[in-house]
């Protein structure tokens, strides 16, 4: 039962005046709030994180002035960074975003956990002996407004650019975020993750005060499915490295086992163990272990990368090497990256799909991804290599290729809207599946698209499906033809006669049996009376 508009306001209400009233009451119990203040000012311009509001709003901006999010699912496609022979992409792929939960995840973090980075990167110089605007880099308004967004910016370009395969979201930024503040504050960085769950939590309070939920069916693939996690990678050793250009200097570094500590944690709160890869359509596989092994090393790099002494060791500067620790893994996803990037993609096999604005729209069943192919490579019994089935769209000009929908997901629903275009416009391609589950046997289905102006036509039609049963000595086949559904009946290789699907007023006969429609079923009557139901309609969402 949900709840009425005026009672949902009220809740709302109160849980801000709770939050409002507990921040009150400890802050006269706390005597320290005005040295808390004068920190944050001698740190901040106005003792606010400019840098970070600016960032948010540079995202916000892109979502609602680009795509187009404004009260529905965000034009997409489009903007992820495909190809470097797509330049759009690559510059609007890390500040674009998929959906309104995933830009709401990404600023929650961000608002989180960039101020801390930027606490440690501050507006004012904090090095004994400097002043502010004694240098244009350390003009505080310059340092807040354009310094560290800029900073931002790069660090997202090079998500971006150093992507493996395709790639859109904010989240690299975040966990730069993240790099950057762990070098100088480890644990504070612990308390950031930690307060960006209680801000969420108040979001979706605040969103859907009181919630109902019944249990019931629902299509869902695992939630680490889909994670980017070489990019989340990517960007916490870009800011762990920045942090080192920028902070190792000042001496205010914390110690090995707090960093390693730190990073830890961090790593394994944002789910950098997350490794996964396909296994089959609709199928993945989870390597957890490899995934722990990996953050716990990653924690020993950033620790040692940032707190290497500055000393020689048989000729080798310990320094340098812990700084190289950084740099080597980002060269590692470069050469990765770089092929990955160069590919290009066609449209062919597309004739049966639907043509708008330079993109082309089917449905298809076990084609080979070109984009996930190029480097054909086998971990753990997955390869890069795998063939994949649904609603796919290729547009060449963007060297765009995606399944957009897989098949589980439109037997589900049953329709879904496929949103196509470019800056200043959008269409939308419709996807309808129809189909029946045999008996003891494969479901017999068709998909249909509609262009944005224009009538459904059938872009694939499944193999035939004979029910796993016989009756009096016949087998019943249903057959997906362009326009209907047929059923055939046959003895053997022999066949005995067709005829459309009965409706629920005009049973059909084939080959000696009477067909008729009960509910959803198809029953099959044989001369004897005998009463079988050989398949059912499928039912959507």
């Known amino acids: 039962m949900a ?5 949902a306001l009220a809740v709302r209400a109160g849980v801000v005046l709770a939050a409002l009233f507990a921040l009150v009451v400890v802050t006269r119990l706390d005597a320290t709030g005005g040295e808390r203040r004068r920190r944050l000012r001698s740190r901040f311009l106005l003792g606010v994180p400019w840098g970070t509001v600016v960032s948010a709003a540079l995202v916000l901006g892109v979502y609602f002035g680009v795509q187009g999010g404004w009260g529905r699912s965000p034009l997409a496609l489009p903007f992820y960074s495909w190809s470097y022979f797509y330049p759009l992409g690559v510059l609007t792929a890390p ?3 998929a959906g309104l939960g995933h830009i709401t995840g990404n600023l929650v973090a961000t608002l989180t956990l960039a101020p801390l980075a930027e606490y440690a990167f501050s507006h004012f110089p904090v090095r004994r002996g400097e002043s502010a605007f ?14 560290f967004p800029l900073g931002v910016v790069i660090v997202g370009l090079c998500t971006s650019v150093l992507s ?11 966990y730069a975020f993240a790099g950057y503040a762990l070098v100088r504050f480890p644990f504070g960085t612990v308390v950031a993750l930690a307060a960006r769950d209680a801000v969420s939590t108040a979001y979706y309070a605040l969103q859907d005060p009181v919630i109902t939920r019944s249990a019931g069916s629902a299509f869902s693939t695992p939630w680490w499915a889909g994670i980017a996690v070489q990019g989340h990678l990517l960007g916490l050793f870009l800011g762990a490295g920045l942090a080192v250009l920028t902070l190792r200097k000042r001496e205010e570094l914390p110690s090995a086992t707090r960093l390693w500590a730190g990073a830890t944690v961090v790593g394994a709160s944002l789910s950098l163990w997350a490794l996964w890869w396909y296994s089959g359509p609709d199928s993945y596989v989870l390597y957890r272990g490899p995934g722990l092994v990996l953050v716990l090393a990653v924690g020993l790099v950033v620790a040692a990368a940032v707190k290497a002494p500055a000393r020689r060791v048989r000729g080798v500067n310990l320094r340098t090497v812990g700084t190289l620790l950084l740099i080597v893994p980002l060269l590692t996803m470069a050469v990765v990256a770089v092929p990955l990037n160069l590919t290009t993609v066609d449209a062919d096999g597309f004739e049966d799909g639907v043509e708008v604005g330079g993109y082309s729209v089917t449905y298809a069943q076990d084609v080979t991804n070109p984009k996930a192919s190029v480097l054909d490579l086998s971990v753990f019994g997955a390869s890069t290599n795998y063939r994949t089935s649904g609603v796919i769209v290729a547009n060449p000009d963007r060297q765009l290729w995606s399944r957009a ?9 049953g329709y879904r809207a496929v949103r196509v275009g470019g800056i200043g416009w959008d269409e939308r391609v419709g996807v309808r599946h129809r189909g029946w589950n045999v008996r003891g046997n494969a479901t017999v289905y068709r998909v249909a698209l509609r262009p944005p102006e224009g009538e459904w036509r059938t872009s694939f039609r499944s193999a035939p499906s004979t029910a796993g049963l016989e009756i009096e000595g016949r087998s019943v086949t249903l057959v997906a033809e362009p326009e209907e559904f047929t059923l055939r009946v046959h003895r053997g290789n022999r066949t005995l006669g067709r005829a459309p699907l009965p409706s629920p007023q005009t049973p059909r006969s084939a080959g000696g049996l009477l067909f008729t429609m009960n509910n959803s079923a198809l029953v099959a009557h044989s001369e004897n009376d005998t009463s079988v139901p050989v398949a059912t309609r499928q039912s959507y969402n």
């Open 134 to 147: 004694s240098r244009p880099w350390h003009n505080p308004y310059a340092r807040a407004f354009l310094v």
């Open 405 to 413: 929908v897989s098949p589980a997901e439109l037997s589900y629903d």
């Open 164 to 174: 493996w395969g395709p790639l859109i979201g904010f989240s690299g930024v975040v």
């Open 95 to 97: 500040f674009a975003h």
């Open 3 to 7: 709840l009425s508009e005026p009672a």
